[in-house]
């Protein structure tokens, strides 16, 4: 526990509005986001790590909301799946989910989450001991993933993005802005404390619509 306390990296998790004193969150294109799924390692855990990388890209979660995860965290509603997401100060949030990844998450379950240790009965995810998976390895399975794609020809530039586990988050976020959904919706369904946490995916959003803006050819209209 000690090691895993040391090599865990918290400042990773910090809300980039916060962290990066209102500079823009860095984040993923929906083809980037696409790319990066398809670069999951195959093997053995290859479907345990692809739900981990879409409950954080797809569904918002934080890494520390991955890792405390709990079988008796999903709502098995076949029609309206979700899940209790236990966040920061012990708040639990309700989180529907798209019916693909609740059909991956049961795929899981079922046929490759292995067999727990006693103390680890309810933990969704698991090591190869049969442990709870660390957060410390959860931050390096995104960065391994990452680290795959920019070896993949025409994204050697997404290095300079400095991509985390965090990144993907902030995916969701900027996505769930693009999909016109409204600040409220999203600063639940992420589990921000502040709406003002919220509010630096609408300057993202703000900045795909200058840069539209800027591009736009109008010169016919003025003669």
């Given at each position: 526990?000690?090691a895993e306390y040391l090599s865990y990296n918290p400042a990773?998790?910090?809300?980039?509005?916060?962290?990066?004193?209102?500079?823009?969150?860095?984040?993923?294109?929906?083809?980037?986001?696409?790319?990066?799924?398809?670069?999951?390692?195959?093997?053995?855990?290859?479907?345990?790590?692809?739900?981990?990388?879409?409950?954080?890209?797809?569904?918002?979660?934080?890494?520390?909301?991955?890792?405390?995860?709990?079988?008796?965290?999903?709502?098995?509603?076949?029609?309206?799946?979700?899940?209790?997401?236990?966040?920061?100060?012990?708040?639990?949030?309700?989180?529907?989910?798209?019916?693909?990844?609740?059909?991956?998450?049961?795929?899981?379950?079922?046929?490759?989450?292995?067999?727990?240790?006693?103390?680890?009965?309810?933990?969704?995810?698991?090591?190869?001991?049969?442990?709870?998976?660390?957060?410390?390895?959860?931050?390096?399975?995104?960065?391994?993933?990452?680290?795959?794609?920019?070896?993949?020809?025409?994204?050697?530039?997404?290095?300079?993005?400095?991509?985390?586990?965090?990144?993907?988050?902030?995916?969701?976020?900027?996505?769930?802005?693009?999909?016109?959904?409204?600040?409220?919706?999203?600063?639940?369904?992420?589990?921000?404390?502040?709406?003002?946490?919220?509010?630096?995916?609408?300057?993202?959003?703000?900045?795909?619509?200058?840069?539209?803006?800027?591009?736009?050819?109008?010169?016919?209209?003025?003669?």
């Amino acid at each position: 526990m000690k090691a895993e306390y040391l090599s865990y990296n918290p400042a990773l998790e910090v809300d980039m509005a916060k962290q990066e004193n209102g500079r823009l969150p860095t984040y993923l294109s929906d083809k980037e986001l696409e790319q990066f799924l398809l670069s999951i390692a195959p093997g053995q855990y290859h479907i345990r790590n692809r739900c981990i990388l879409m409950l954080m890209s797809l569904a918002g979660l934080r890494v520390v909301e991955v890792y405390n995860l709990n079988l008796s965290d999903l709502i098995r509603d076949e029609d309206e799946p979700g899940i209790e997401v236990l966040g920061k100060g012990n708040k639990t949030r309700y989180i529907p989910l798209p019916i693909p990844l609740y059909q991956l998450l049961l795929e899981y379950e079922k046929m490759y989450r292995g067999v727990p240790k006693p103390d680890h009965a309810n933990a969704f995810f698991l090591s190869k001991r049969g442990t709870r998976i660390s957060r410390r390895r959860i931050q390096e399975i995104t960065e391994e993933t990452f680290e795959r794609l920019t070896q993949q020809p025409g994204f050697h530039y997404l290095k300079q993005k400095k991509l985390s586990s965090h990144k993907l988050r902030h995916s969701f976020g900027t996505g769930m802005v693009r999909e016109g959904i409204d600040l409220v919706t999203i600063q639940q369904l992420m589990g921000h404390t502040n709406l003002n946490t919220t509010q630096i995916y609408t300057h993202v959003n703000n900045e795909q619509k200058k840069r539209a803006m800027k591009n736009k050819d109008v010169s016919r209209f003025f003669h």
